[in-house]
């Protein structure tokens, strides 16, 4: 079986809707995923804009999603008990921040990255950034799925 992650906000490579980007209600949008590894003790997620001006800018880093999840609801991030690391994004905020391309940009990718870990909790500390989880997720990483969503700031 294949590790595969969709969102029922958006379809693979179709626009997100405004109330998942910053200029809306900055809603997380819900995910839901099958096909981890037998073996996956967690899972670490990434969200991230490659077409951004400056470079690939990252709005969002979970790390230690509990390997009995298969979904991510919408606005996880204020949940109350939040199971999950949340790392300080982009923008320097440790929750989701939606799209917010400069006006005028063409569409950018919004690419949401699943992996599902070998172990149980990363180590990295909260202030180390969205960068070096995703580094030392990908070190533990059984498996990998993305879903990607476009947006367009007019």
């Known amino acids: ?13 179709q626009p997100i809707p405004k109330k998942y980007a910053r200029a809306g209600e900055n809603l997380f949008p819900p995910l839901t995923w099958s096909g981890a590894p037998e073996e996956t003790r967690s ?3 990434m969200v991230e804009d490659p077409d951004a001006p400056h470079g690939t ?3 969002c880093g979970i790390a230690n999603i509990p390997a009995q999840w298969c979904a991510l609801a ?4 204020t949940a109350p008990e939040q199971a999950p690391r949340f790392y300080k994004n982009d923008f320097g905020n ?7 391309p400069p006006a005028g940009d063409r569409p950018h990718h919004y690419i949401f990255r699943l992996a599902a870990l ?3 909790k990363l180590s990295v ?6 960068s070096a989880m995703w580094a ?3 070190k533990h990483a059984l498996a990998e799925a993305t879903v990607t969503g476009t947006y367009q700031t007019h």
């Open 1 to 13: 079986m294949t590790l595969t992650l969709i969102s029922k906000a958006f379809a693979q490579d």
């Open 43 to 45: 899972f670490a997620l």
């Open 57 to 59: 800018f990252r709005h």
């Open 74 to 77: 919408e606005s996880v991030d």
């Open 94 to 100: 440790a929750r989701y921040d939606g799209p917010q």
């Open 118 to 120: 070998d172990v149980p």
């Open 125 to 130: 500390p909260d202030a180390a950034g969205i």
């Open 136 to 138: 030392e997720a990908k």
